[in-house]
């Protein structure tokens, strides 16, 4: 039973930078998709960045050119680099995998049936 640890969440000002990481520990199988997602009270849970297990990416336009997403060399981490964080990225952001193949990963809720708990990013103006 994979499990996922969220960690990295703050708080800073518009313009800065975080990285968030994803612990997983148990099996993980190969191949697999690993994603961040965000979201905000009453809104919908939002796809920002995914990977499958073959380094393929995607993102959302919201974020591109601004969030990367990497694994380690173990790829036991999950990492989310954000940089010129914007007030509109505050949000909870979590962690998702699945040993799911899709040779380009997408942010679709449904496809991760593994969760982290989650970790907030707050970002002021």
């Known amino acids: 039973q994979v499990q996922l640890v969220e960690s990295g969440g703050g708080s800073v000002q518009a313009g800065r930078s975080l990285r968030l990481s994803c612990t997983s520990s148990g099996h993980r199988d190969n191949p697999y998709i690993m994603a961040w997602f965000r979201q905000v009270p009453g809104k919908e849970r939002e796809g920002v960045a995914s990977?499958?297990?073959?380094?393929?990416?995607t993102y959302s336009d919201s974020v591109k050119g601004r969030f990367t997403i990497s694994e380690d060399g173990g790829k036991k981490t999950l990492y989310l680099q954000m940089n010129s964080l914007k007030p509109e990225d505050t949000a909870m952001y979590y962690c998702?995998?699945?040993?799911?193949?899709?040779?380009?990963?997408?942010?679709?809720?449904?496809?991760?049936?593994?969760w982290g708990q989650g970790t907030q990013v707050t970002v002021s103006s």
């Open positions: 998702a995998y699945d040993p799911l193949y899709r040779p380009i990963p997408r942010l679709d809720s449904g496809d991760f049936r593994v």
């Open positions: 990977i499958n297990s073959g380094g393929v990416r």
